[in-house]
């Protein structure tokens, strides 16, 4: 069990300390309206993460009892999505834009919502577990549900703490990232080895 959830943690934190959509929109929150109303965003995203760990949990777990076969297809589909994202970082441009524009204050409530909300009705997030979650399953002939839930619950707390942090110190990193020109370009890599090596773990 620990020679899969070790992988996986690992694998989580740096996924999700990686630059996108979610912990972008964590950070500029924080930046325009203080960290409180950042980590607030940031539990709505995460609570998300149980709608869609849900969905991948019934739906795989229905998969795998029938076949052993669809599992590994599940499986190198997984790895070749996996390599798809880091091709699509690849291309796309390093710049990464902090603005403020167009974002509201809003009550605590509200920021609550809103975050779940948008990762909720984010396709590609279950498309994301989807291929992301199989890969780590310790024993795919078990109790692949409770196993799914496990695998969800440690992403959703590692996601919880890293956006914390990023809330908290989102002065400090805009500034850094901003006054460092080449960051963003060391970002992009490191987002494309990071799907790389994730999409090799799951094959392995």
Do not use: C
Not at 21 to 46: C, E, N
Not at 99 to 111: F, N, P, Q, V, W
Request: net charge positive; glycine share 8%; hydrophobic share 55%.
């Amino acid at each position: 069990m620990l020679d899969q959830l070790i992988p996986f943690l690992t694998a989580s934190i740096l996924l999700t300390f990686s630059p996108g959509p979610d912990i972008i929109y964590v950070l500029v929150r924080s930046i325009a309206f203080g960290y409180k109303q950042g980590i607030m965003t940031a539990l709505g995203l995460v609570s998300g993460i149980l709608v869609h760990t849900s969905l991948v949990a019934f739906g795989v777990s229905a998969i795998i009892k029938q076949s052993e076969y669809i599992f590994l297809v599940i499986k190198v589909l997984g790895a070749l999505y996996l390599l798809y994202l880091a091709y699509q970082v690849y291309k796309s441009d390093p710049k990464i834009a902090f603005t403020a524009e167009g974002i509201s204050d809003k009550s605590m409530a509200r920021l609550y919502r809103q975050g779940f909300i948008m990762n909720v009705l984010n396709p590609k997030v279950s498309i994301f577990f989807l291929a992301f979650f199989p890969g780590f399953l310790w024993e795919p002939e078990g109790n692949t549900v409770l196993q799914f839930y496990i695998l969800g619950g440690l992403f959703m707390l590692q996601a919880l703490v890293i956006f914390s942090f990023v809330a908290v110190m989102a002065g400090r990193i805009s500034k850094y990232i901003k006054s460092h020109p080449r960051s963003g370009l060391f970002l992009k890599w490191l987002q494309v080895v990071i799907f790389v090596l994730i999409a090799v773990l799951i094959l392995l």
